[in-house]
Antibody, heavy 121, light 109 residues
Framework: QLQLQESGPGLVKPSETLSLTCTVSGGSISSTNYYWGWIRQPPGKGLEWIGSIYHTGSTYYNPSLKSRVTISVDTSKNQFSLKLSSVTAADTAVYFC?????????????WGRGTLVSVSS | EVVMTQSPVILSVSPGERATLSCRASQSVSSNLAWYQQKPGQAPRLLIYGASTRATGIPARFSGSGSGTEFTLTISSLQSGDFAVYYCLQYDNWPPTWTFGQGTKVEIK
């Protein structure tokens, strides 16, 4: 059964770069049928798509975050990663990774449990 | 950019009653619409995709309808485990973007 697990620091200082990794188990990140994505949720608020990546490295980003976001993939480790630069308190959120079923016209069908990242000095 | 608007923000329903949740897109997304249920401290759970297809293991009391810009999630007879926040998601394929609605909280009346 496919599982996704987010990992990374739970606390990041303002102006620094947030870095998270999603490890995929029970399936291959190199499958031709799926994209992979990052979504976040500030405490008590709704869900926001951050970006998505294909195993070839092709990426799509939320226009509102595009200038600060980099998503990459490491097929040898079955992982994909998120970097968000110049963070502020507004970037405090639970960060989820998820699989996109159906390629670009697809929905998030399998999610990680999420990891809380707080931005504070 | 497609904007998704859900209504109402909060829906108060008694157990056993029907709940009807709405999601409106600012432009047509065809049937590229999914619904999720989220409980506190948990990841969202996929309920419906393609506007009306139930995901694996989702009970028949959950149904989705609509296309274009107007969508509805109906829970025919609310059970205690259904009180949660529900989100819609559009996944139109070009340009590739994914946009969530702001959520509807279904609470016990």
């Amino acid at each position: 059964q496919l599982q996704l697990q987010e990992s990374g620091p739970g606390l990041v200082k303002p102006s620094e770069t947030l870095s998270l990794t999603c490890t995929v188990s029970g399936g291959s990140i190199s499958s031709t049928n799926y994209y992979w994505g990052w979504i976040r949720q500030p405490p008590g608020k709704g869900l926001e798509w951050i970006g998505s990546i294909y195993h070839t490295g092709s990426t799509y980003y939320n226009p509102s975050l595009k200038s600060r976001v980099t998503i990459s993939v490491d097929t040898s480790k079955n992982q994909f990663s998120l970097k968000l630069s110049s963070v502020t308190a507004a970037d405090t959120a639970v960060y989820f990774c998820a699989r996109v079923r159906g390629l670009l016209g697809g929905y998030f069908d399998v999610w990680g449990r999420g990891t809380l990242v707080s931005v504070s000095s | 950019e497609v904007v998704m608007t859900q209504s109402p923000v909060i829906l108060s329903v008694s157990p056993g009653e029907r709940a009807t949740l709405s999601c409106r897109a600012s432009q047509s997304v065809s049937s590229n619409l999914a619904w999720y249920q989220q409980k506190p401290g948990q990841a969202p759970r996929l309920l419906i995709y393609g506007a009306s297809t139930r995901a694996t293991g989702i009970p028949a009391r959950f149904s989705g309808s609509g296309s274009g810009t107007e969508f509805t999630l109906t829970i025919s007879s609310l059970q205690s485990g259904d009180f949660a926040v529900y989100y819609c998601l559009q996944y139109d394929n070009w340009p590739p973007t994914w946009t969530f609605g702001q959520g509807t909280k279904v609470e016990i009346k």
